[in-house]
Structure formats: C-alpha cells, structure tokens
C-alpha cells in the first residue's frame, strides 16, 4: 500500500538545506555562542562588576609580561588626624559633631589600603585597570543588544509600511514612497549623526530608536514589492473570495510566504546595525560613560593606540570582526536555505 | 666701451629692477585652540582661547613685559606708566600718538585714531548691564561715578555713554585722568587685561547687536576670516604703528637667546596667523608632528609621547623642536551650584552631601591616568607663583571615600532596594555632571562616574560645548563641574573673586552667595598683597571647603612645543597670546 507522506514545508526544508552547508552550521554556532554570551551578562551571570578596577594602569596582555601581584598600596589620608589637626582659622565646622563621631567610631578610616592589583591581565587592562576581556564580554551585550533589537524594530516598522503600501497601492503607496524617498535622499550614517547630534541624549534606547527609526527603508522596498506581487495571487484572491479581510489577507495568508524574504533582511540589518553602533560609539554619539559597547572601547582605543596600547583595540575590534564575519556566512547561508528555486 | 658701459648699466638696472619686485616670501604662524571661542567682544569675553584672540586684535592701556619674571607691567598704548597720587586713588594715564584703529568699513576710509575719549568709553561699556560683562569686576565700585551710571540704566533700560563722570576726566585728547573710590592695588592689572581692550564707539554702535563678529581693535593683527568654532585668520594690520622688540631679557640663559634673535625687529614679523579650533588633543599632536601647526600646547595624554620626565624626548629634540615648560598660575577646581535645588542649600545635609562628592574625588589618579604626570596637587585656591599662594594649605577634603560614605549614611541618605542612595525624604537621588565633548572630557566623565560609584550614586552626564558651559554656568544652571581658572593678573584677589556672591551670573559659576564669605572678601579689597590680607585669604578658602562649595584639585603644567621655525617663544604665565612678538625663520619652515 503506498504511504501518503506530509510534504515538507519551507522552513523543515530550508533547516534541511542549511544543516548541510558548513560554513552556514559554522557561522550559526559562532553566533549562537555570542547570543549565549549576551544572554549570560544580561542575567547578570558574567561580566557584571567590568567597572572593577583589577589590573594597574595599562596592564599588558598575559603573554606580554610575567603576571604577578603588586603590593597592597597603603596611603594615608584625611590629613586631619588628632595628632595634627588642621586649621580651621577661627571657623565653626557645621559637621564637626558628626565627624567627631565617625572618627571616634572609625578609627581606621584614615588608613585607606588600595585592593592589591594586577601588573597584566589575559587581555590586558585599560587605562583605569580594568579588566579588557570582561569588556569585551560586557561590551558584545550592549553592542549586540543593540545590533539585534534595533534590526526588530527596523524589520517591524518597514514590514509594516511595505505591506500597507504594496497591498493597498494607489495614494497610499505613493504617500509611502514619498517618505522613503525623503529617508534614502540622505545618506544614511549622516542621517544617523544628524539626528544622534540633534537629540543629545545617550543611552541605549536612544541608539535602538535612532538606528530602528532611521534602518527601515531597505526592509520597505522589498516588502512592497513582494506585497504588489502577491496581491493579485490566487490564493490571495481566493482568501479574498472566502470574505477574508485586509488584514487577514495581508499578515495571515501572504506574510508567511514573504517571510523569508524578512528574515534574511533582517539579519542583514542586525549586522549592519552592530556596525553603525560601533561607529556612533567610536564618534562619541553613542552609549554614555556608564555603558561599555565595543564602539566605546573603540573610541578610547584611539589614543591608547598612538601611546602603544593596542590590546583595547585589538580586543574590542577582533570580537566585532568575528562576529560581523559569522552573521553575514550565516546570512549568505539562510538566504540559500530560504531559496523556493532550491528544492533540495 | 661706452656701449659695454651702457649694457653693464642695463643689466644691473635689470638686476635692481627684479629685486624690487621680488616679494618676500609670506610668514604664517599655524596654531591651534582647544575649544571654540566664543566671539570678539571684549567686554563679553571670560575665556582664555578667546582672550588669546583679542591680544592681538585689541590693545589695553598697559601689558606684561614679555621676558620679565616675575612678572611686570609696561605700558602698551600708554605712553608711560600711569602717574598714580593721592595714594593710589588718582591715576593719570597718557596714550601714545599715532595710534591708529585698524582699518574697517565703519571708518569710511579714514584713519582714526585712539584718543583718550576712547579709553572712557570702553570701561563705560563694562558696566552696561546690557553687555553683562563677565569682567566687570575689575571696575565695579572702583571708579568714582561709574556704578551709578550703571545703576540708572538698571531702572531706565538705557546707558548714558555721553554723561559726565568724575571718575573718569578727559584732560586732553591723550591724557585721561581716573578717580578711585578708595585704594586699588590691582587696578593697573585691571588696566592690562585684553577684555579691557580699547574699542571706537563708533564700530560697536555701527554693529550693534553683531559686535562679537567684527572686532575693531588697534593691536598688531586684525581679523579677516572668521568660521565660527573652526578657523580664524589674522592678518597685519597695516596701520599699525612702527615699534621695536626691545625686552630686557635679565639673566636667564633662555630669555638672552630670544632676545639676540629678536632685538631690534619691527613688530609684529609675522604676517599672518591662522589659528584653527581643534578640540581634540590627538588630532592637534598629529598636525603638528605633520609640522601643519607650528606650536602646540601638549594635551597631558600625549605627554607620554613627547616628554622623558621633564625634558624632550631625543626623537623630537632631534628635530630640532623645543619644549617650554612651566607651571600655570592656574587651578582646577570642582565646584558644585549651591542654587541646585538637589545639591545647593545650606541644610547640613546639603553641606554633608556636597562634601563627601567632594571627598571621593581621586586628585592623585587623575594626575597619574588623565593628566599622566602634567599636572601637581594644589589645594588652595590661589596657585603658586601668584600673591597670596600658600603651597602648605591642606584640604579638608582629600580623598576618603569611606568617611565619605559614612557621612552620608549618618546624614540620613540610606541605599533603595536599587542599590542607589536616596534623598532624606526619600527622593532619588542623581548627580548631573557637566563636560564638554572632548575626548579628555570624556575621561573626566569617567572619573566623576568612577567616584559617584564610591558612594552608590547616580551619575548623569551633560555634554554641551564649551561656549555653552560657559552660558549654563552664567545662568546657575550646571550642578558640578571641574573647571579651571589662569591668573588674569599674579594676585590673589584674580581668583578668589570666583566666589563672590555678587559675581553671580559673571564668574561665580557654583552662584555662592554666601554674606559671611562676602564680608570677609569685601574687607579684602582695599588691602594690599600682606599676611593680613592672607589671614582672611585661608579663612575663605576654608570657608569654601565647609560650606562644600568648592574643592580646589590641582595646578597644570604647561608644555609648550614648537618647531625650530618660531623664533622668540618663552611662555608667558599671564599673557593669552604673545604671537606678535615672534618671528618665522622661511628658510626653516618647510612649506613657506
């Protein structure tokens, strides 16, 4: 009796396609580990006290120098001991009751002992002494977070506008196009410090939202297309016929068939928006002091650099490298899995 | 042979002829800024980038001898010294003749002149409310009638500049007689600085409302491209009287150098400056190791680069550069605005709060890391090298973070759940630090961040550009900042004015406004430079550091580099810019 077997569908074909394209399976687990180190630090797991000043100023990498413990550093301070009190030249002191109390109390307060240091680290140390692999970890989480969350928000907004325009057509297509053609007059990083200048604002947020705002025209051109393809498709004419509604038309029946089309577009923009992160970080328009991103690290690499310090740099800029290099084979890689014309 | 004679003639007539013509080759001195200026007005002026500026363009009645240390007056449009009677109250200052302004439209081709009614005009302008001039200070309540001239256009909305004052007595068309309230011993000082600059009343009427864009000075250079923040190109002004370099250089080794090279040389030698802003030190230590620029003030991060210790690295020596080094009668000070409705007040809460900020703050890892080395711990704030410093002060405030904490913790700003201390009332508690956007300020940055840490509090950043620090500052609306003052003139009284309540709005950028600091300040004025006057001096300084309004960090040194084109350059501690006293060699500089 013959066995009527389920066909397979897109996706279990394209996982099968991909599977057996190495340097895709390679660059997938690449980034696969990068998303595993991000997920770490944001549940605090890793890389959380990166601000822990470790090594001495500038500690080299390991393999520069013998790594060994300085001393504990002992200095002296608040001047103003019992023994040799400082002048207040005829001056009431408006907390001297509350000093006098947590000097009675502390004791030991004017002996500060400095937390022994590092002379170098595995990856070195930057200018403060911390730790540059921590960095590196700590700053792939802002960077990718980034990278990742502001490719969503570009691939949502352009999805979204190229399939109301490519569906509907006419004046409302034409009003789309109109803002797009507004959006790609400019070029594209000058956009960005335009509007990162213009808003003056640091932080995360304000990077995902200048970056999602500003990346969706390249998502919006191909949806439409896709969008005025499908349209006048049997299957979208016969949900049509069914009483489906617009809505119903457009993101139930043709979106799946498109998505593939999204998906590659979106990694694309996960790279792209790393880069831009980077740059807008390295130019001072991007993360503020408190946030570590390889932009950051970037931007303090560049005078560490004419002072012969190159760990920073080389950290922060093989970690990028590595990763841009492994999103953009797994990209090459998902947009031949996702070939309808490839069977097998 | 008398036709051999007539083409020997020919030719040498043609020899004399191409001479005649030949055109020396242009010199131009390149230099850089550190941040934008901020306009060409003198009265509006407070910054030193800007200030080097108008020391070309404009000239005040008297200025700094270039070679003498310490250093000493000499007249610049005066004729002489002033004559100073009826103990320091009467001062009889006569300009020079022949001075002329340099040549701008407004004067309708003609030359004019700098005249005594000039110089009267010019302090008037001081104390126009209109002009909110952050130099004020050093005529305000000084000259006999002035304040209240200043006082009716407070209540009428217009400055009488034509009014009769007997402070301020034209005797002749040179000759200007001031009268003092009472005793001044820095008003000669007051005289030098190039805020007080001589300007015609008929150039800053004719551009009113536009004066910070077209300066119209006296001084050897005029201005004859200006991109805002970007580039500023100074030419010869061509009339410009005929004056000699001729400074004693005494017995430093250094100074007898210069002065064989320049002495009898007309001023200025240089044709033209071209003076590009750029804000950060790498790009600056690049142009000029390019020999794009010719002097460069060496950013601390580059120290590492240029100096071994004090002295020149062999590579750089070798090119024949050389290092000017010494130490800035300068200060940097962190202060904190005691009208910030977070920070300020005089609660002991407050105080508590502003001086445990204050005791986290690393002076020596910012020497070491920021500075590398360029700059020494000074406590006090008046700096070494000017009247009424005292290198032995201690602070109250030095680096404790743990008693720092403690002191909050007993002052009653406890930790939220967030790990982040709160106000006594519960409030959150943030502090809003406010840099420019260099590079080295984003070290700073980091520093400050680094020390709220210590205290678990929330760090905020304002970024704004230097000309806008300065316009927040003048408002009372930075919360804290490291700022940084260089002596205008070798007296205390130049930086402890920093901290006079009514210098609110004008260089009292924490806006203290504090009666018991202002009293005590007050009596200080009409003292000369002596230990009585330094007694008060402590009791200020200390004052300012239990009231947590200030906290004095260190002094600068400066490093000056320039290659062996320039000729005649000696770091002035006072002077903005001595640029017209030097000289390019052409046959060095290889561009030129």
């Given amino acids: 009796m013959p066995i009527e077997r389920a066909s397979p569908g897109l996706w279990t074909l394209a996982w099968r396609r991909l599977r057996r394209d190495r340097v895709g399976m390679t660059a997938l687990l690449v980034v696969g580990c990068y998303l595993a180190v991000v997920m770490m630090a944001l549940m605090g797991w890793i890389a959380t006290d990166w601000t822990r000043e470790v090594g001495v100023n500038y500690a080299p990498p390991v393999f520069w120098e013998q790594d060994q413990d300085e001393t504990a550093q002992r200095s002296a301070v608040g001047h103003d001991t019992p023994d040799r009190p400082i002048a207040l030249y005829g001056l009431q002191d408006p907390l001297a009751p509350v000093l006098a109390a947590i000097r009675a109390q502390y004791p030991q307060d004017r002996d500060l002992v400095e937390a022994p240091r590092r002379l170098s680290l595995p990856l070195g140390g930057d200018k403060w002494g911390h730790d540059v692999w921590i960095k590196v970890i700590k700053g792939s989480e802002t960077s990718i977070l980034v990278g990742l969350v502001s490719a969503l928000l570009a691939t949502l907004l352009g999805t979204l506008m190229g399939a109301v325009a490519g569906y509907f057509g006419h004046w409302v297509d034409d009003g789309f196009n109109w803002l797009y053609g507004v959006f790609t007059a400019i070029p594209y990083l000058l956009l960005v410090f335009a509007i990162a200048a213009v808003l003056q604002q640091k932080g995360v947020i304000t990077l995902i939202l200048i970056l999602g705002l500003t990346g969706w025209t390249g998502v919006f051109r191909l949806v439409r297309a896709e969008y005025l393809k499908h349209k006048t498709r049997e299957y979208v004419l016969a949900a049509g016929a069914m009483g489906a509604s617009d809505a119903r038309r457009m993101f139930i029946h043709i979106l799946p068939n498109i998505s593939h089309v999204i998906l590659v577009q979106l990694s694309q923009n996960v790279v792209g928006f790393i880069k831009s992160e980077v740059i807008l970080s390295f130019l001072g328009f991007g993360v503020p002091v408190d946030v570590v991103s390889w932009g950051s690290m970037l931007n303090e690499a560049q005078n560490e650099l004419i002072l012969g310090k190159w760990w920073q740099l080389a950290a922060a800029g093989l970690a990028m490298a590595i990763l841009v290099t492994a999103f953009s084979m797994l990209t090459d890689a998902l947009r031949d899995a996702l070939d309808p014309k490839l069977k097998y | ?592």
Wanted: charged residues 25%; glycine residues 6%; proline residues 6%.
């Fill in chain 2, 1 to 592: 042979m008398i036709n051999h004679m007539g083409r020997l003639l020919f030719i040498l007539l043609g020899l004399w002829v191409m001479g005649a013509w030949a055109v020396p080759p242009e010199k131009v001195l390149r230099l850089e800024l550190s941040a934008a200026e901020t306009g060409f007005d003198p009265v509006m002026t407070s910054d030193l980038n800007t200030a080097s500026i108008e020391q070309q363009l404009f000239e005040s009645l008297l200025t700094y001898d270039y070679l003498a240390r310490p250093v000493k007056l000499i007249p610049r449009l005066a004729a002489a010294m002033p004559i100073v009677t009826d103990q320091g109250k009467i001062w009889v200052f006569t300009l020079k003749h022949g001075v002329y302004f340099a040549p701008d439209p407004i004067f309708k081709g003609q030359k004019r002149e700098v005249t005594a009614q000039d110089v009267v005009y010019t302090l008037m302008r001081f104390m126009d409310p209109k002009n909110r001039s952050p130099y004020k200070f050093l005529v305000e309540g000084k000259i006999i009638g002035l304040d209240e001239l200043g006082e009716a256009a407070r209540r009428t909305g217009h400055f009488n500049y034509d009014a009769s004052i007997p402070g301020l007595e034209v005797l002749d068309r040179y000759t200007l007689k001031i009268r003092l309230k009472t005793t001044d011993y820095n008003f000669a000082h007051a005289m030098a600085q190039p805020m007080y600059g001589i300007v015609a009343r008929e150039a800053i009427e004719g551009y009113a409302g536009d004066t910070a864009s077209h300066p119209v000075g006296s001084g050897p250079y005029h201005l004859t491209r200006w991109t805002r923040s970007s580039l500023m190109v100074l030419e010869r002004n061509p009339n410009f009287r005929h004056e000699i370099w001729n400074f004693d250089p005494g017995n430093d080794p250094d100074s007898q150098n210069i002065a064989a090279q320049m002495r009898g040389k007309s001023i200025p030698q240089i044709d033209r400056i071209e003076v590009q802003v750029i804000e950060e030190a790498q790009s600056a230590w690049l142009s000029f190791g390019k020999g794009e620029l010719d002097m460069i003030g060496l950013a601390g991060q580059f120290a590492p680069m240029a100096l071994h210790g004090t002295h020149l690295k062999s590579s750089l020596a070798d090119r024949g550069i050389r290092l000017d080094r010494i130490s800035d009668p300068s200060i940097a000070y962190y202060f904190i605005n005691q009208q910030d409705p977070v920070l300020g007040g005089m609660s002991k809460e407050k105080i508590a709060l502003r001086r445990a900020i204050f005791m986290v703050q690393n002076d020596e890892e910012m020497i070491r890391v920021i500075h590398k080395g360029q700059a020494v711990r000074n406590a006090y704030p008046i700096p070494e090298g000017v009247a009424g410093a005292d290198p032995n002060y201690r602070s109250l405030l030095d680096y404790n973070p743990r008693e720092a904490n403690r002191l909050l913790d007993r002052m009653g700003y406890a930790k939220g759940p967030d790990g982040y201390r709160r106000q006594p009332d519960g409030q959150p508690l943030a502090v809003r630090y406010t840099s420019s956007l260099s590079s080295q300020d984003r070290e700073l940055d980091e520093m400050m961040k680094k020390a709220l840490d210590r205290l678990a509090i929330r760090f905020e950043s304002e970024k704004l550009k230097f000309p806008e620090i300065l316009k927040a500052e003048r408002q009372c609306r930075v919360q804290i900042r490291l700022s940084a003052w260089i002596a205008d003139y070798p007296d205390g009284d130049n930086f402890m004015q920093l901290w006079y309540g009514p210098h609110t709005h004008e260089n009292n950028g924490s806006c203290y406004q504090d009666p018991e600091w202002d009293r005590l300040y007050e009596k200080t004025l009409t003292m000369p430079a002596s230990p009585q006057r330094d007694a008060i001096y402590h009791q200020l300084a200390r004052l300012l550091e239990l009231k947590g309004v200030t906290k004095v960090s260190t002094t600068h040194i400066r490093n000056v580099l320039t290659h062996p084109w320039v000729i005649g350059y000696k770091a002035h501690p006072i002077l903005p810019s001595v640029w017209s006293l030097l000289d390019i060699d052409v046959s060095r500089a290889p561009r030129q």
